[in-house]
């Protein structure tokens, strides 16, 4: 059983930006959450799984004005997003956000039934599925597509792309070529057939993120990528969509 003090970890990458995760998940269960340092706030796109008080564990979510981005309320996105004060979410996902029940996150789905073992690498003291709980966290901002994020000396731009579920939400940053993609696209299994999947609407999407001609994408799993294993991932996509008819 892993002790709080070791469940999370943060890792930096380019243009201020760092990985927030919990590196004891299995890497399908593991929600890559994205800290962005602007001068005036910082932003934090998703939450992960909540066990574990998240911004107490760490001081970079801490110690400076911060907005919240929820990119879609599935469980392993949304536990601690309650312990934020500014909670930013696409009018489609809100309900969820407000009342995150179980059967609304697909925690029921995925993960209730699911061995620990299956979850977890090693599961986080004191874990007991039949308690999972996820706190009301009522959004404070509704966002919509085409919106800005202003952190004072950066701009992201909010993307609408659903396809994975309703209000599934992505940022693209036009100076630093940076996409955050979550759960649209990455680097692993996607998941197209949960309750709330749209394959037309996802095919949309993921032709949206070509267009972009992002420098790197960061997803809501896996490992983060450049532009060449973009298209093959994009292409892989929309071919298996063609054949399926
Ligand atoms: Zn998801
Ligand atoms: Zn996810």
Known sequence: MIPER???ETIPFADGVTLVHEPWMS?????NCWHVRGRERDLLVDAGLGHFPLRR??????????????SHTHFDHIGAAFEFEERLVHPLEAAVLERPDNAATL???YAAGAQDAQMFLEPPEGWDA?????????????????EAIDLGDR????????GHSPGHLALFEERTGIL??????????????????DMTAYVASIRRMLELSPRIVH????ASFGPVRLRQLAHAFLAEFDARG
């Not at 039949?130 to 085409?146: C, K, Q, S």
């Open 6 to 8: 070791d469940w999370y």
């Open 27 to 31: 890497p399908f269960y593991r929600c």
């Open 57 to 70: 564990n760490l001081p970079l979510l801490r110690d400076r004005p911060i907005l919240l981005l929820v």
């Open 107 to 109: 925690f029921d789905r």
């Open 130 to 146: 039949r308690r999972y709980r996820i706190a009301p966290a009522p959004a404070t901002r509704l966002v919509h597509d085409g």
């Open 155 to 162: 701009v992201l731009r909010v993307l609408h792309t659903p």
């Open 180 to 197: 955050i993609a979550q759960d649209v696209l990455y680097d692993g299994p996607l998941v197209t057939d949960c309750p709330g999947a």
């Open 219 to 222: 997803g809501g799993h896996f």
